[in-house]
């Protein structure tokens, strides 16, 4: 899904973007669902509503990756929800509590939802209460479904992290959603008829296979950068990590591929200094006299921002 949309509004920092396809959905809900309320109006309620937990579950996801010091700065609403695009430290708690942070927006919602679905009465108002409680719960168990990437398969990913590791844990997560993605599949299919309910149900479990294949792919490359042969005498400053060895950072100006500690002062390619370094395990970003790294006398340095690319 592309990350731009309508600029809606910003808050606390973060900008909330409404993807122009949820337009398209929303009038053809709207127009299938007039004959729930006697006016027109409560549907659009519905619908607003539907979305306003959905954006508070995201906060949530935002706010609490920022917590810990992660880098949360857009949300974007879409047909099948919403998207926090978090980038929460490179640690399993960092990223267990960036997670669950969302579904407990829902957990606190619910004591203030539920007794308005048992308001006595059949008007329109009664109905509308009890929808919005309904949505507010289906969205919370269907959340915690340890189907990656929803947030109970990512759940499940943080938590293995602790045992086994990112690489596999996020492997093993994936591996979940696939089946779990396939059997939301089959269990559309068979319980479900030709009505509105399935569609949607076939659009999320494919949505969710289509992404725990991905998340099985990045946990490939990662499994094998677990495995490369790590650097001795440096270590990240933030996670204590050694890096390992390999032309794995790039340059941001000519895109060259490099061993920053083979090249601590400048790119080989094209000779544009850099004085920090991000780790590859945890994201963080530090001065490379942080790593232990002994910098080049200054001639050494002179010589190797003039060397022609190799």
Request: proline share 7%; charged share 10%.
């Amino acid at each position: 899904m592309p990350k731009n949309g309508f600029r809606l509004f910003q808050v606390f920092g973060i900008t909330v973007y409404l993807h122009w396809s949820w337009f398209l959905i929303a009038v053809y809900e709207l127009q299938s669902r007039q004959s729930r309320y006697h006016w027109f109006g409560w549907n659009v309620a519905e619908y607003l509503s539907l979305f306003a937990i959905v954006l508070m579950h995201e906060f949530g996801h935002a706010l609490a990756c920022r917590s810990v010091g992660g880098k949360a700065e857009r949300i974007v609403l879409w047909p099948l929800g919403g998207v926090a695009y978090v980038s929460p430290p490179m640690r399993p708690g960092a990223m267990l509590w960036s997670i669950v942070a969302g579904p407990l927006v829902n957990v606190i919602l619910v004591p203030i939802t539920l007794p308005l679905m048992w308001l006595p009465g059949h008007s329109d108002l009664n109905t509308f209460l009890w929808t919005i409680g309904y949505i507010n719960i289906a969205l919370l168990i269907f959340n915690m479904l340890p189907i990656y990437p929803l947030d109970g398969g990512k759940i499940l990913w943080s938590l293995l992290w602790f045992v086994m590791g990112m690489g596999r844990s996020l492997m093993v997560a994936s591996v979940i959603g696939m089946a779990g993605a396939g059997a939301l599949v089959l269990a559309a299919m068979y319980f479900g008829g030709a009505d509105q309910n399935t569609l949607w149900m076939l659009a999320i479990a494919l949505f969710a296979a289509f992404q725990a294949f991905t998340g099985f792919k990045n946990a490939k490359i990662i499994r094998r950068r677990e495995t490369l042969p790590r650097r001795s005498g440096v270590s990240c400053p933030a996670c204590r990590v050694a890096p390992p060895k390999g032309p794995f950072w790039v340059c941001s100006t000519c895109h060259a591929r490099f061993d920053a500690f083979d090249y601590p002062v400048a790119c080989p390619g094209c000779g544009k200094p850099h004085k920090w370094n991000t780790c590859l395990d945890c994201g963080a970003k530090a001065p490379f006299s942080a790593w232990g790294v002994v910098m080049p006398p200054a001639h050494v340095v002179i010589s190797e921002i003039g060397q022609s690319p190799s």
